[in-house]
């Protein structure tokens, strides 16, 4: 049957280790291990049904949410998972919630930015989850420009307490997830205002809700900001909206790692950089960047495994129409972004490795890579997410028509993956961020200083000087050109971490050759998309331009046999692709056919609305009445 024998013989057909190449993936073979045996867990559980979503009402889904997050702490208390375990738990479980906001951002702000008393205080509780936190930056007005926040925290040295006030509309506190019906508490961002001084934003605990009946406290308004773009999707979570009418908090709430407040009302500076009132943001875009490969390997999944079952005109010998995977136009769509998958994959490893070096640097008052763990944060951030929520809707077109069905999980997965273009730092925002760090390195070029890490290139690049002086022209008026240079530096970062892959020892027959052919795919393709760029400023001739296409579409070739091995390697289970055309047994089109059953609409073989709205049409009364 077609697809059953597809995808089988596809396996056979393959030139390496696929389970070499699934540790590779995974990172170890102990991360492989964890991560099977708890996407199994998640896969057998029937609370983490996921195949419903898209139907359910608001707040239907989000009292799902709420009984999934419920069950999914019980489970790890029982089982006594450890973290790792946890977090690969919430991966599997594949649902937003406010649980994501509690690990993902207020305990790792509290642990950055907390003193060590502070830490001693809150987290404790928070580990248990004895209360619930979120991450209160953004406002109505202000998200990007974050020392443009207006709410308040004014000290009062009468009574040694912080007045927290949303003096405006815009002040409002506009998004944050897991506000809107679930915190109890909040790392709030306000101007910190002392004897009418304003020393700018920090960070402040700040309880909501009570502990008893989790209604919010005196002072506090609170709720969810609405419906967000899809079905399902992103509405599982609940992004909030949060007004303070002068509510007082203990002054040993404000965060104090950075800045201390003294009883007397005195601000204190310590030695950490005021930069890190930022860090849980650079903390998070790492984490993104690991994730775009999840997404983008998801997408990829599905999309190669669908085009190996799908076949359309070409009638071959047998009387067999061709697979779609096999036109050369399909190739040069999809193998650049299974090579993307694989590139994000280890980029995003190395910036974990980056993150965690200048961590422990930072515990020894080694502050000098800031500068570049905040530009490669934010740069490969801002050029992962934007490249993954482009390859999902490509995979959605490689699909046809079946793509756009919810049932091939493509649209879902879309709707929920790109707001990461702009939370944690809008992807232009955060390119500018990164031009900012470029110029700052090219200016100290000739002083003396030589440029390091993902920056060393430079030194070798003398027009570098010249580039510098037409800058200091002006930022603003070659903003748009700066934004492509920081791309492109971007780009060398994610190509030259996959190199350093390949050095690596890599075991397994074949395995090697095959991230070879994938690394090659995606330098020639990012060459290939900026043709342009690179001939205008003769980094390549015309010559090494069409060598480079032709090598392209002979990689191609040496993929295709390869293709479905390779998304086989994610080690992805049918329960988190959620898709009916990814299915790893290619048994696509009869489970297509059961799945529109399914649908609420054909509860029923007439619809409701019939007798109102359709027979009258029918019977022309309506007509008649008119006339
Ligand atoms: C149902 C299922 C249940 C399962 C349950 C199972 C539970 C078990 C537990 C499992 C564990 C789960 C783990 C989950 C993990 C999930 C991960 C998190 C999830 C992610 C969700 C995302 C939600 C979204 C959150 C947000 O969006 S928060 C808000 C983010 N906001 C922004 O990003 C704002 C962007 N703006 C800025 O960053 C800045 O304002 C700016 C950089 C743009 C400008 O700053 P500024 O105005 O100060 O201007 P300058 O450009 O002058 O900068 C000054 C100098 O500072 C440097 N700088 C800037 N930023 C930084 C930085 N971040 N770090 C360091 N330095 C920085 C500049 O370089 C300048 O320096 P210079 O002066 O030397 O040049
Ligand atoms: C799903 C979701 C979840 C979120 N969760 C949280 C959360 O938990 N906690 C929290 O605090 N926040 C959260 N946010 C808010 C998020 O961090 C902000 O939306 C984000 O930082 C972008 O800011 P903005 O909305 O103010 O965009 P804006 O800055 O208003 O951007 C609008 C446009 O202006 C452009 N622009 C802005 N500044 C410049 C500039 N200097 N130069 C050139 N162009 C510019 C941008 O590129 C964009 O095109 C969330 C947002 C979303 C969508």
């Given at each position: 049957?077609?697809?059953?024998?597809?995808?089988?013989?596809?396996?056979?057909?393959?030139?390496?280790?696929?389970?070499?190449?699934?540790?590779?993936?995974?990172?170890?073979?102990?991360?492989?291990?964890?991560?099977?045996?708890?996407?199994?867990?998640?896969?057998?559980?029937?609370?983490?049904?996921?195949?419903?979503?898209?139907?359910?009402?608001?707040?239907?889904?989000?009292?799902?949410?709420?009984?999934?997050?419920?069950?999914?702490?019980?489970?790890?208390?029982?089982?006594?998972?450890?973290?790792?375990?946890?977090?690969?738990?919430?991966?599997?479980?594949?649902?937003?919630?406010?649980?994501?906001?509690?690990?993902?951002?207020?305990?790792?702000?509290?642990?950055g930015?907390?003193?060590?008393?502070?830490?001693?205080?809150?987290?404790?509780?928070?580990?248990?989850?004895?209360?619930?936190?979120?991450?209160?930056?953004?406002?109505?007005?202000?998200?990007?420009?974050?020392?443009?926040?207006?709410?308040?925290?004014?000290?009062?040295?009468?009574?040694?307490?912080?007045?927290?006030?949303?003096?405006?509309?815009?002040?409002?506190?506009?998004?944050?997830?897991?506000?809107?019906?679930?915190?109890?508490?909040?790392?709030?961002?306000?101007?910190?205002?002392?004897?009418?001084?304003?020393?700018?934003?920090?960070?402040?605990?700040?309880?909501?809700?009570?502990?008893?009946?989790?209604?919010?406290?005196?002072?506090?308004?609170?709720?969810?900001?609405?419906?967000?773009?899809?079905?399902?999707?992103?509405?599982?979570?609940?992004?909030?909206?949060?007004?303070?009418?002068?509510?007082?908090?203990?002054?040993?709430?404000?965060?104090?790692?950075?800045?201390?407040?003294?009883?007397?009302?005195?601000?204190?500076?310590?030695?950490?950089?005021?930069?890190l009132?930022?860090g849980?943001?650079v903390y998070?875009r790492q984490k993104?960047v690991s994730?775009?490969?999840?997404?983008?390997?998801?997408?990829?999944?599905?999309?190669?495994?669908?085009?190996?079952?799908?076949?359309?005109?070409?009638?071959?010998?047998?009387?067999?129409?061709?697979?779609?995977?096999?036109?050369?136009?399909?190739?040069?769509?999809?193998?650049?972004?299974?090579?993307?998958?694989?590139?994000?994959?280890?980029v995003g490893e190395w910036l974990k490795w980056l993150y965690m070096d200048v961590n422990q640097r930072l515990q020894a008052s080694d502050f000098s890579t800031l500068p570049e763990a905040h530009a490669c944060t934010?740069?490969l951030?801002?050029?992962?997410?934007?490249?993954?929520?482009?390859?999902?809707?490509?995979?959605?077109?490689?699909?046809?028509?079946?793509?756009?069905?919810?049932?091939?999980?493509?649209?879902?997965?879309?709707?929920?993956?790109?707001?990461?273009?702009?939370?944690?730092?809008?992807?232009?925002?955060?390119?500018?961020?990164?031009?900012?760090?470029?110029?700052?390195?090219?200016?100290?070029?000739?002083?003396?200083?030589?440029?390091v890490g993902t920056?060393v290139?430079?030194?070798?690049?003398?027009?570098?000087?010249?580039?510098?002086?037409?800058?200091?022209?002006?930022?603003?008026?070659?903003?748009?050109?700066?934004?492509?240079?920081?791309?492109?530096?971007?780009?060398?970062i994610?190509?030259?971490k996959?190199?350093e892959?390949?050095?690596?020892?890599?075991?397994?027959?074949?395995?090697?050759?095959?991230?070879?052919?994938?690394?090659?795919?995606?330098?020639?393709?990012?060459?290939?998309?900026?043709?342009?760029?690179?001939?205008?400023?003769?980094?390549?001739?015309?010559?090494?331009?069409?060598?480079?296409?032709?090598?392209?579409?002979?990689?191609?070739?040496?993929?295709?046999?390869?293709?479905?091995?390779?998304?086989?390697?994610?080690?992805?289970?049918?329960?988190?692709?959620?898709?009916?055309?990814?299915?790893?047994?290619?048994?696509?089109?009869?489970?297509?056919?059961?799945?529109?059953?399914?649908?609420?609409?054909?509860?029923?073989?007439?619809?409701?609305?019939?007798?109102?709205?359709?027979?009258?049409?029918?019977?022309?009364?309506?007509?008649?009445?008119?006339?």
């Open positions: 049957m077609a697809g059953f024998d597809d995808l089988a013989s596809e396996r056979s057909k393959a030139q390496f280790d696929v389970e070499e190449m699934k540790v590779i993936w995974a990172g170890s073979r102990h991360t492989l291990e964890v991560s099977d045996r708890i996407s199994r867990l998640v896969a057998n559980d029937p609370v983490f049904r996921k195949d419903t979503r898209t139907m359910l009402s608001r707040k239907d889904l989000f009292k799902n949410t709420l009984r999934k997050a419920a069950h999914a702490w019980k489970r790890i208390i029982e089982l006594r998972l450890s973290e790792e375990e946890a977090a690969e738990l919430r991966f599997y479980v594949d649902e937003p919630a406010f649980m994501d906001l509690h690990w993902g951002m207020f305990i790792p702000t509290i642990k930015q907390g003193t060590e008393e502070q830490q001693q205080k809150w987290l404790p509780l928070a580990y248990k989850m004895k209360i619930i936190g979120c991450y209160a930056q953004t406002e109505l007005g202000h998200g990007s420009n974050v020392q443009g926040l207006e709410t308040t925290a004014t000290f009062d040295p009468q009574t040694d307490e912080f007045i927290i006030h949303s003096p405006t509309l815009t002040s409002s506190k506009w998004w944050p997830g897991g506000l809107g019906k679930v915190s109890t508490h909040a790392v709030v961002y306000g101007r910190l205002i002392i004897d009418s001084k304003d020393y700018g934003v920090n960070g402040f605990i700040v309880q909501l809700r009570s502990l008893d009946d989790h209604l919010p406290l005196p002072g506090i308004t609170i709720g969810d900001i609405g419906m967000k773009f899809g079905s399902g999707a992103y509405n599982t979570m609940d992004n909030g909206v949060l007004r303070f009418d002068h509510v007082r908090i203990p002054r040993d709430q404000m965060l104090m790692r950075v800045s201390q407040v003294t009883r007397e009302g005195k601000l204190v500076q310590s030695n950490v950089p005021w930069q009132v930022y849980t943001m998070v993104i994730d775009a490969s999840c997404a983008l390997s998801r997408a990829v999944c599905i999309a190669t495994r669908y085009s190996a079952v799908r076949r359309q005109f070409g009638l071959q010998s047998n009387g067999i129409e061709t697979q779609v995977i096999d036109y050369k136009t399909q190739q040069s769509r999809l193998f650049p972004l299974l090579a993307s998958a694989y590139a994000f994959r280890f934010a740069g951030k801002s050029l992962t997410t934007s490249a993954t929520a482009d390859g999902i809707e490509e995979c959605r077109k490689l699909c046809g028509g079946h793509g756009y069905l919810c049932s091939s999980g493509l649209p879902e997965l879309f709707a929920v993956y790109i707001p990461a273009c702009t939370y944690e730092g809008d992807n232009i925002v955060l390119l500018l961020q990164v031009a900012r760090f470029l110029i700052k390195t090219v200016s100290q070029l000739g002083s003396g200083k030589e440029p920056t290139y430079m030194g070798r690049v003398e027009q570098l000087m010249q580039c510098h002086c037409a800058v200091q022209k002006g930022f603003l008026e070659l903003s748009a050109d700066l934004v492509q240079a920081a791309v492109a530096h971007c780009q060398l994610v190509v030259s996959f190199i892959k390949l050095q690596q020892d890599i075991p397994g027959k074949g395995v090697k050759g095959q991230l070879e052919a994938l690394c090659n795919i995606y330098a020639l393709f990012i060459l290939h998309k900026h043709l342009g760029d690179f001939l205008s400023t003769g980094c390549i001739t015309p010559k090494q331009a069409s060598l480079a296409n032709a090598q392209l579409r002979s990689l191609y070739s040496q993929v295709r046999p390869n293709a479905i091995a390779l998304v086989d390697a994610f080690n992805y289970t049918d329960h988190y692709l959620s898709s009916v055309l990814g299915r790893y047994d290619g048994n696509v089109y009869p489970k297509l056919y059961e799945e529109a059953w399914k649908d609420p609409l054909n509860d029923s073989v007439v619809p409701d609305g019939y007798q109102e709205y359709i027979q009258p049409i029918l019977k022309q009364q309506l007509r008649n009445a008119r006339l």
